[in-house]
């Protein structure tokens, strides 16, 4: 089984409009359930954080 891993917290903790944490992109239901969850579960909102926070935060393609 894989470790689990960190919480993905930096104590932003504010909620923006799009339903998640603007610190770590977490919803509300995944920040409070994290204890809960197993490893796997945990990676997978990790996944799905970074997900949020790549649609929001499009990298700019480089130009050659």
Avoid: F, K
Avoid at 32 to 42: E, I, K, L, P, T
């Amino acid at each position: 089984p894989s470790a689990a891993p960190h919480s993905p917290c930096i104590n932003v903790c504010s909620i923006g409009p799009g339903g998640w944490c603007l610190g770590c992109y977490r919803t509300l239901d995944e920040i409070a359930g994290w204890v809960r969850m197993d490893a796997s579960r945990q990676w997978a909102v990790i996944r799905a954080a970074d997900a949020r926070r790549a649609a929001e935060r499009p990298t700019v393609a480089a130009r050659g």
